[in-house]
T-cell receptor, first 115, second 114 residues
Framework: AQSVTQLGSHVSVSEGALVLLRCNYS??????LFWYVQYPNQGLQLLLK??????LVKGINGFEAEFKKSETSFHLTKPSAHMSDAAEYFC?????????????FGAGTRLAVHP | EAQVTQNPRYLITVTGKKLTVTCSQN?????MSWYRQDPGLGLRQIYY???????DKGDVPEGYKVSRKEKRNFPLILESPSPNQTSLYFC?????????????FGAGSRLTVL
C-alpha cells in the first residue's frame, strides 16, 4: 500500500535561507508524487508534481523537488526563503484503490519564516 | 474563475443537529471528493464521487453522507454530528476521469460541534 511520511511537523528558517522539507514515500508501483501548499485560511493548491521523466521538478514560487527512487524520497527545496512562503506543505502520493486513483497525503509540515 | 466553492466557511453547531456543507465546482469536473484535516493527521478522504449518481466511501466515512445529483454539486451531510467531527473540511475536484490527480480545493469549512 502507498504511504507518505513527512519528517518534521514544524520547520523554521530565516528569510533568505534554504528551505528543505522532507518527504519519503512507499509505493509498490512507480509513483506519482505531489507537493501541495496551504496558505492561512485557504485551501490547498498544487506546488508541483512528478509523474514520469525528469526527476527534478520545478514548481511555482521558486520551489523544486527531486524524485530519488533509491531513497524513496521527494524532498521539497527552495534556495532562498521569503516571508510569503510561510504556510503548511503537504506531500502526497497517488494510489490506485478500488478501481480509481486517490491521493494519500502526509501529515503536513508547517513552515515558519522569520526575519 | 475556475473554482470550488464551499459553504459555510465557519459553523458552530450542537451534537445531533443535522447539517449540510455545500460544495460546487464550475470546471465541469467529473471527480469530486471530501476530506477532513486534523492536526498531525493530514488530509483524510471521507467520500468521493467519480460522476453523477456514483459515490463511494473513502477512508473515514463514518457519520457522513453525500449525494451527487448534479455534476457540479457534491454536498456533505452530517445527519447527527458529534464532537469528534469537529474538523476542517475540504471539498476538491479533478478533471482526471480515473480519479484524483491534480486536485482543485475549496477554501475549507471549519466545523465545531459542541
Amino acid at each position: 500500500a502507498q504511504s507518505v511520511t513527512q519528517l518534521g511537523s514544524h520547520v523554521s528558517v530565516s528569510e533568505g535561507a534554504l528551505v528543505l522539507l522532507r518527504c519519503n514515500y512507499s509505493s509498490s508501483v512507480p509513483p506519482y508524487l505531489f507537493w501541495y501548499v496551504q496558505y492561512p485560511n485557504q485551501g490547498l493548491q498544487l506546488l508541483l508534481k512528478y509523474t514520469t521523466g525528469a526527476t527534478l521538478v520545478k514548481g511555482i514560487n521558486g520551489f523544486e523537488a527531486e524524485f530519488k527512487k533509491s531513497e524513496t524520497s521527494f524532498h521539497l527545496t527552495k534556495p532562498s526563503a521569503h516571508m510569503s512562503d510561510a504556510a503548511e506543505y503537504f506531500c502526497a502520493v497517488r494510489a490506485f484503490s478500488g478501481g480509481y486513483n486517490k491521493l494519500i497525503f502526509g501529515a503536513g509540515t508547517r513552515l515558519a519564516v522569520h526575519p | 474563475e475556475a473554482q470550488v466553492t464551499q459553504n459555510p466557511r465557519y459553523l458552530i453547531t450542537v451534537t445531533g443537529k443535522k447539517l449540510t456543507v455545500t460544495c460546487s465546482q464550475n470546471m465541469n469536473h467529473e471527480y469530486m471528493s471530501w476530506y477532513r484535516q486534523d492536526p498531525g493527521l493530514g488530509l483524510r478522504q471521507i467520500y468521493y464521487s467519480m460522476n453523477v449518481e456514483v459515490t463511494d466511501k473513502g477512508d473515514v466515512p463514518e457519520g457522513y453522507k453525500v449525494s451527487r445529483k448534479e455534476k457540479r454539486n457534491f454536498p456533505l451531510i452530517l445527519e447527527s454530528p458529534s464532537p469528534n467531527q469537529t474538523s476542517l473540511y475540504f471539498c476538491a475536484s479533478s478533471s482526471d476521469r480515473a480519479g484524483a490527480n491534480v486536485l482543485t480545493f475549496g477554501a475549507g469549512s471549519r466545523l465545531t460541534v459542541l
